[in-house]
Each structure stands twice: as structure tokens, then as C-alpha cells.
């Protein structure tokens, strides 16, 4: 049954990426035409150590293509400051928005 679960929820990461990504302004063939690489970082995965290094409460996730790349936007809010923080799916690596 776990495993059930678990593919149920890649198959949804992966839509809801396809998702962000259009509604970013791109289309599906635009995706279809960009590399993407193989995520090894799941949303969850991304989530926790997201929160690992940085306070406040997370507002949104969205899985987002750039420059061929994977990756997680999380939006956060410390105390009223809000601030995106990029996940890549890939490796981990977080980057701020500055």
C-alpha cells in the first residue's frame, strides 16, 4: 500500500509542475522542448529542509522550470516578512530570492 501511495503522490507533483509552469505563461509544448531534469528531491523533501534553515511559516510550494532546471518555489513569511526561497530538485540546493 505505501507504494501505492507514494506514486499517486509523484504523479501529482508532476502535474502540479506541468501546471506551474503554464500558468507561468508557458505552454506545454514549450515544456515538452526544455530539458528537465530527473528530480531526486521531492516536494516533501524540499518542504523539510527548507524549514531546517529557515524561520516562519510556509505560504506556498510550486514546482517551476528555469533555464531547464526543476525547481521548488516556496514562499515564506517570517513575522510579516515574506520572502522565496528556490529548491532544486535535483540536488537540494537552496537559493534566496534576494
Do not use: H, K
Not at 43 to 65: K, M, T, Y
Not at 78 to 85: K, P, S, V
Amino acid at each position: 500500500m505505501p507504494f501505492i501511495a507514494t506514486l499517486l503522490l509523484l504523479s501529482a507533483s508532476g502535474a502540479n509542475a506541468q501546471n506551474s509552469f503554464i500558468a507561468q505563461g508557458g505552454s506545454a509544448a514549450d515544456q515538452a522542448e526544455q530539458p528537465v531534469e530527473n528530480p531526486q528531491i521531492s516536494q516533501r523533501r524540499a518542504l523539510e529542509l527548507v524549514r531546517a534553515r529557515f524561520p516562519g511559516n510556509v505560504i506556498s510550494i510550486n514546482a517551476i522550470q528555469q533555464r531547464g532546471a526543476l525547481l521548488y518555489r516556496v514562499r515564506m513569511d517570517d513575522d510579516g516578512n515574506i520572502f522565496t526561497l528556490y529548491v532544486n530538485a535535483t540536488t537540494g540546493a537552496i537559493t534566496r530570492e534576494q
